[in-house]
């Protein structure tokens, strides 16, 4: 009867690697979809590119007309004696208008230079988008492999605490020795330990979870089958080379640092303007004499200027925008060394967990076989109770093993992709309406020249984590059928 009582408990331990710890109710999918619309980093993303966009019409404006009016009333509280003909009050307005015509160049190439920057920082949007992507599926597959961990060391503890209940009913007829009970208690004791550790890391993965989606890790589905991964590291390299946003954000930031060097350069060319004003007086009649009570002015005329010597400042600002330029070349290697090496070590993983995941099914169904074989032999007295634990602890590290090995084969997996580019919504598929473009907004500010154009009071899109409940480390019961 305690034999059998045993056996069950191990069986049920086979299926806590095939089963998540709870029924079906969230998939990865949908839990990537949360992430994509409500996860404060990617909104804050967002909100830093919008404010990228600007900086177009920014640099547009030092090359549009610029226009003012001014105005003013003077009362003259006390006139010199002799001042006859001073006016006791007066108004006065006009109206300026000044209108770039030439500026080296700086105007133009500032213009180009921020239209760089803003490819670079959509491409850096996607490059965020990918890495929250990639740290969600490591969540969400670590709370998938704690959960089977805890449930495993809990079925653990039933086993062992059974075959101290048995070693101690064998030792009060004689069958065992002190020492048996002895090595029961401490491996249960052990077991009891790792139980507790396993629950704190869950804890701490549900956490991590709640961080990152927004919401709670309740009934995590089996994440579906990866598409699209490479046949070898050479072909995913390609891929990365190709497609991987941070090689293009680095690429467009080196774009615009040579579009700034010649920013720099225009420092030392002539600039050229058309001003053009006038005037209005009115006395309000307290002019003395017989001079007219109102004067109007207008004037109109071409402005340029021919810097001779401006102390090396010119010469300084090129050599400054130069280094920068060059040290945007080595970033943009130095990036792409990273993204060869990312993806080259994300594919060797994704192999070895594979490979960890095909000689752990093996070594599961033998330390099963070995466990029951140890069961058996040791009620003909040929086996000791300390055989029977080290093929239970063995039985379990394997399933621990298997476990892992998914979980890491699958995050893996998704970081080759993500570092191939092929990690970002588009890619995905996710449900929850249309994308963000952030295209869209660049479109939307790039010609705006009205000086009220203002958009709406921002308002937090993201969510707050605060009433989510602190999560603990319960999981679902073990389906013995």
């Not at 307290?286 to 010119?314: I, K």
């Given at each position: 009867?305690?034999?059998?009582?045993?056996s069950?408990?191990g069986?049920?331990?086979?299926?806590?690697?095939?089963?998540p710890?709870?029924?079906?109710?969230?998939?990865?999918?949908?839990?990537?979809?949360?992430?994509?619309?409500t996860?404060p980093?990617?909104?804050?993303?967002?909100?830093?590119?919008?404010?990228?966009?600007?900086?177009?019409?920014?640099?547009?404006?030092r090359?549009l007309?610029?226009?003012?009016?001014?105005?003013g009333?003077?009362?003259?509280?006390?006139?010199?004696?002799?001042?006859?003909?001073?006016?006791?009050r007066?108004?006065?307005?006009?109206?300026?208008l000044?209108?770039p015509?030439?500026?080296g160049g700086?105007?133009?190439?500032s213009?180009?230079?921020?239209?760089?920057?803003v490819?670079?920082?959509q491409?850096?949007l996607r490059?965020?988008?990918?890495?929250?992507?990639?740290?969600t599926?490591?969540?969400y597959?670590?709370?998938?492999?704690?959960?089977?961990i805890?449930?495993?060391?809990?079925s653990?503890?039933?086993?062992?605490?059974?075959?101290l209940?048995?070693?101690?009913?064998r030792?009060?007829v004689?069958?065992?020795?002190?020492?048996d009970?002895?090595?029961?208690?401490?491996?249960?004791?052990?077991?009891?330990?790792?139980l507790?550790?396993?629950?704190?890391?869950?804890?701490?993965?549900?956490e991590?979870?709640?961080?990152?989606v927004?919401?709670?890790?309740?009934?995590?589905q089996p994440?579906?089958?990866?598409?699209?991964?490479?046949?070898?590291p050479?072909?995913?390299?390609?891929i990365?080379?190709?497609?991987n946003?941070?090689?293009?954000?680095?690429?467009?930031?080196?774009?615009a640092t040579a579009?700034?060097?010649?920013v720099?350069?225009a420092?030392?060319?002539?600039?050229?303007?058309?001003?053009?004003?006038?005037?209005?007086?009115?006395?309000?009649?307290?002019?003395?004499g017989?001079?007219?009570?109102n004067?109007?002015?207008?004037s109109?005329?071409?402005?340029?200027t021919?810097?001779l010597f401006?102390?090396?400042y010119?010469?300084?600002?090129t050599?400054?925008?130069?280094?920068?330029?060059?040290?945007?070349?080595?970033?943009?290697?130095?990036?792409?060394?990273?993204v060869v090496?990312?993806?080259?070590?994300?594919?060797?993983?994704?192999?070895?967990?594979?490979?960890?995941?095909?000689?752990?099914?093996v070594?599961?169904?033998?330390?099963?076989?070995?466990?029951e074989?140890?069961?058996?032999?040791n009620?003909?007295?040929t086996?000791?109770?300390?055989?029977?634990?080290?093929?239970?602890?063995?039985?379990?590290?394997?399933?621990?093993?298997l476990?892992?090995?998914?979980?890491?084969a699958?995050?893996a997996?998704?970081?080759l992709l993500a570092?191939?580019?092929?990690?970002?919504?588009?890619?995905l598929?996710?449900d929850?309406?249309?994308?963000?473009?952030p295209?869209a907004?660049?479109e939307?500010?790039?010609?705006?020249?009205?000086?009220?154009?203002e958009?709406p009071?921002?308002m937090?899109?993201?969510?707050?984590t605060?009433?989510t409940?602190?999560?603990n480390?319960?999981?679902?019961?073990?389906?013995?059928?």
């Amino acid at each position: 009867m305690i034999s059998r009582r045993i056996s069950m408990v191990g069986s049920a331990i086979v299926l806590a690697l095939l089963l998540p710890a709870y029924g079906s109710a969230e998939t990865l999918r949908e839990a990537l979809a949360k992430v994509y619309r409500t996860n404060p980093t990617l909104t804050g993303a967002r909100a830093g590119q919008r404010a990228n966009d600007e900086n177009v019409p920014i640099e547009k404006s030092r090359g549009l007309p610029d226009l003012g009016l001014n105005g003013g009333y003077t009362e003259n509280v006390k006139k010199s004696s002799n001042s006859f003909t001073s006016p006791t009050r007066y108004v006065q307005g006009g109206v300026t208008l000044s209108v770039p015509i030439y500026r080296g160049g700086a105007v133009a190439n500032s213009v180009k230079a921020a239209k760089a920057r803003v490819e670079a920082g959509q491409a850096d949007l996607r490059g965020t988008e990918a890495s929250i992507f990639s740290a969600t599926v490591a969540a969400y597959m670590d709370v998938i492999r704690d959960g089977a961990i805890v449930g495993l060391n809990q079925s653990n503890v039933r086993a062992l605490d059974v075959n101290l209940e048995a070693t101690k009913d064998r030792f009060e007829v004689g069958d065992l020795t002190r020492t048996d009970i002895a090595q029961s208690e401490s491996r249960l004791a052990v077991a009891r330990s790792d139980l507790r550790a396993a629950e704190a890391r869950l804890i701490s993965s549900r956490e991590t979870y709640v961080q990152l989606v927004g919401g709670t890790p309740d009934d995590l589905q089996p994440p579906p089958p990866l598409p699209n991964l490479p046949a070898s590291p050479d072909a995913a390299v390609d891929i990365a080379i190709s497609n991987n946003p941070d090689i293009a954000a680095a690429k467009k930031a080196r774009e615009a640092t040579a579009y700034e060097v010649k920013v720099a350069r225009a420092a030392r060319m002539p600039t050229v303007s058309a001003t053009a004003d006038g005037g209005y007086v009115d006395y309000l009649g307290t002019l003395g004499g017989t001079f007219a009570q109102n004067v109007t002015t207008a004037s109109a005329g071409v402005t340029a200027t021919f810097p001779l010597f401006q102390g090396g400042y010119p010469a300084a600002l090129t050599r400054q925008a130069q280094a920068r330029e060059s040290q945007s070349i080595e970033q943009t290697l130095e990036v792409e060394r990273s993204v060869v090496a990312q993806t080259r070590s994300a594919y060797a993983s994704y192999q070895a967990a594979n490979a960890v995941i095909e000689s752990s099914q093996v070594a599961v169904e033998a330390s099963k076989l070995s466990l029951e074989g140890v069961r058996a032999e040791n009620t003909v007295g040929t086996r000791t109770i300390l055989d029977i634990l080290n093929a239970e602890q063995e039985y379990l590290n394997t399933q621990v093993t298997l476990v892992s090995a998914r979980r890491d084969a699958y995050v893996a997996g998704f970081s080759l992709l993500a570092a191939m580019g092929q990690a970002e919504a588009q890619d995905l598929g996710l449900d929850g309406g249309a994308l963000y473009d952030p295209a869209a907004n660049y479109e939307r500010v790039k010609g705006r020249i009205w000086d009220w154009g203002e958009d709406p009071a921002p308002m937090p899109q993201s969510t707050s984590t605060v009433d989510t409940p602190a999560q603990n480390s319960t999981v679902g019961p073990l389906n013995t059928d």
